[in-house]
């Protein structure tokens, strides 16, 4: 069973900063695709950013220059460190790693971003 736990999310104020992080029970040295999504209230899981196996990154427009995702191989972590925040960033932050062969996809439980004055 693959775990998935993110963590250091919590209160910030608006042009703050935080630093999540994703921890795997698996090896990610070869995973395809590491994501991480959010999900405000009342709103669909949308993407946030993803890096792949050979670093390519990707951003959702609304947090490009602010967000940056990174993996860490050695210890098989993915992080989003999250700048600039303002209120509408608010949401369950999930950490998702995506293979095509072997099929994986799973999910974390989420870590709660509040960006609130």
């Known amino acids: 069973q693959v775990q998935l736990v993110e963590s250091g999310g919590g209160l910030v104020q608006p042009g703050g900063s935080l630093r999540l992080s994703c921890a795997a029970s698996v090896s990610i040295a070869t995973v395809n695709t590491l994501g991480w999504y959010r999900q405000a209230p009342g709103k669909q899981r949308e993407l946030v950013a993803t890096?792949?196996?050979?670093?390519?990154?990707n951003y959702a427009d609304s947090v490009k220059g602010r967000f940056t995702i990174s993996r860490d191989n050695a210890n098989n972590t993915a992080y989003l460190q999250l700048n600039s925040l303002k209120p509408e960033d608010t949401a369950v932050y999930y950490c998702n790693i995506r293979n095509i062969l072997p099929y994986i996809n799973y999910w974390g439980q989420g870590t709660q971003v509040t960006v609130s004055s």
């Open positions: 890096i792949t196996s050979l670093g390519r990154t």
